[in-house]
């Protein structure tokens, strides 16, 4: 129904105007939330799980010192860590020798 000139138009009442207010900041906030959160954390496999006590395992038997683990033991780092084995060592060790 068409409103014609002569006739003043209503005003918005004031809850309608809240609540479109806040389902924007809600839509905004979602979306946020969905770009801009952590991606969620994958289940640690059992393969994981028996690499992290293989290395474990090297870090008790070079009793926490980086320069006492063997070339055996090194290649056996590489080989399941690439490039980054001192820094997996390091990790391990700081969350096993305590």
Do not use: C
Not at 26 to 48: D, I, K, L
Not at 58 to 78: F, W, Y
Not at 80 to 89: A, I, L, S
Request: charged share 20%; no cysteine; glycine share 6%.
């Amino acid at each position: 129904m068409a409103v014609s000139r002569n006739e003043e138009a209503k005003p918005l009442p004031l809850p309608a105007i809240i609540a479109g207010v806040v389902l924007a900041i809600g839509a905004a906030g979602y979306v946020a939330y969905r770009n801009f959160s952590p991606p969620p954390v994958a289940a640690v496999t059992a393969g994981e799980t028996s690499n992290e006590a293989k290395i474990a395992d090297i870090v008790k038997r070079s009793n926490g010192d980086i320069t006492k683990v063997s070339p055996e033991d090194q290649a056996t780092l590489q080989k399941m860590t690439g490039p980054f084995w001192k820094n997996v060592y390091t990790d391990v060790k700081n969350r096993t020798m305590k």
